[in-house]
């Protein structure tokens, strides 16, 4: 790849570029090629995600998109492995419902949302490198295979704006989670250009894929200030090193909770032992990295620690 030809990745665009609206053709893309529905983003929410600080611990961008239903959008990534990732996901989707609703206002007025979670560390052990979740409903004694609306039937228990609706998952959060590690695929649809991009930053020069042909021009590197890209090779130094630090210390991290654990005799001694194992390395972790010259918000999200929590060690 020739210098001219190089594009910053995406956890770092979407840190430093994508929030502002005027390059909101890139993020529109991805979403599209996803939900598999043209939109046009409206609205960029500010929220503890968006926050552009150095600090950040998660790079995470909310959106108000139009589609025909007027819907909204997360797009989280994340570079290192966290506990709790369902729990975590759950929560961004619960509090971005939350947040559109008023004290006293109907139910009506919340918008289904999508959560796109782009993984750059290994998840699971599926062969997939893409995956999508949904909410259904089963009978349990009928074997139905889905609830649905009749909303002739049903029209004076039912709202106006839940009219609209005739099936549960028209209402309820979707899931994305696409898992860069595992792509190892020769980029032919346009999920896999996607894909390609996110993985190795490669975008191909006739890409007629949503977003990339609007990436090609807003994420070339050599485009770039001077001082932007001295920022943006800090950054990747900083994620490269922090990786293989992550790989050593979590297994050192894995050892010292396990001998924790032996010393208990009881099963909630060992439990307690290994939490306080984890915990314990996690802090002597966490003081390497820093002694390493790792910047804060790199460590907290290899760590979990709050950058509160790092700064005063």
């Known amino acids: 790849m020739t210098e001219n030809s190089r594009y910053v990745r995406f956890d770092w665009a979407i840190k430093r570029i994508l929030r502002d609206k005027a390059n909101k053709e890139v993020l529109e893309g991805l979403i599209t090629v996803l939900l598999n529905e043209p939109l046009t983003i409206t609205e960029i929410l500010e929220s503890e995600g968006n926050q552009d600080a150095r600090e950040d611990k998660t790079n995470r961008v909310d959106v108000k998109a139009k589609t025909s239903k007027g819907e909204y959008v997360i ?24 947040d559109q609703i008023g004290i006293g206002q109907d139910y009506g007025v919340i918008k289904k949302i999508y959560s796109i979670n782009i993984l750059y560390f290994d998840f699971g052990y599926g062969d997939d490198y893409a995956y999508h ?7 349990i ?58 993985k190795d930053a490669v975008i191909r020069d006739d890409t007629t894929t949503p977003g990339l042909q609007a990436a090609r021009k807003k994420l070339a590197y050599m485009s770039m200030t001077e001082k932007e890209r ?50 314990e390395a996690n802090l002597d972790h966490a003081r390497k990295m820093k002694a390493m010259g790792l910047p804060e918000d790199v460590i907290a999200q290899v760590t979990g620690l709050t950058v509160d929590e790092i700064h005063s060690l």
């Open 141 to 198: 004694t009928k074997k139905d295979s889905v609830l649905r609306y009749n909303n002739d039937k049903e029209e004076r228990y039912i709202s106006e704006s839940t009219k609209r609706i005739t099936h549960p998952g028209e209402v309820f959060p979707e899931y994305f989670l696409l898992l860069v590690n595992h792509f190892n695929e020769v980029a032919k649809t346009p999920i896999e250009e996607w894909m390609e991009y996110l």
């Open 133 to 139: 979740g949904v909410t259904t409903f089963h009978g």
């Open 75 to 98: 797009v989280e990534v994340q570079l290192t492995k966290e506990r709790d990732f369902f729990q975590r996901i759950l929560f961004g989707t619960a509090k971005s419902i939350t």
């Open 230 to 279: 001295r920022a943006y090779q800090d950054y990747m130094i900083s994620v490269h090193a922090a990786r293989d630090a992550w790989e050593t210390l979590r297994d050192e991290g894995r050892a010292q909770g396990r001998e924790e654990g032996r010393e208990e005799g009881r099963a909630q001694g060992r439990e307690e032992g290994r939490a306080q194992g984890r915990a």
